[in-house]
């Protein structure tokens, strides 16, 4: 016997929907959460403020990073290679913490 997906619906709030701009994020993790700060550094100023924390298991962080690639990947195939900045002086981004 065929199993149907499970269809989920998703509400979107306004305020949800309007979204949260970020240029920076920090990651950290514990043996049984992923912790993502979302903030935005301006241009100028030497202090940010985080905007949005998610807070998610190690699996559901893995399936974010799989699913994020493969997006990505599509992305690129439409629109192009995405070009990273190189690390000059004041070049803020999101970058890995090594």
Do not use: C, W
Request: proline share 7%; net charge negative; aromatic share 8%.
């Amino acid at each position: 016997m065929d199993k149907q997906p499970t269809r989920i619906q998703v509400d979107l709030g306004e305020k949800e929907a309007e979204g949260i701009y970020s240029n920076l994020a920090f990651i950290t993790h514990s043996p049984s959460e992923f912790i993502l700060d979302f903030a935005r550094l301006m241009p100028g100023l030497p202090k940010s403020r985080v905007f949005a924390r998610i807070v998610m298991t190690p699996q559901n962080a893995k399936a974010l990073h799989r699913t994020l690639g493969a997006n990505l990947e599509r992305f690129e195939n439409t629109h192009g290679e995405i070009r990273l900045p190189g690390t000059e002086p004041g070049n803020i981004g999101f970058q890995t913490g090594e």
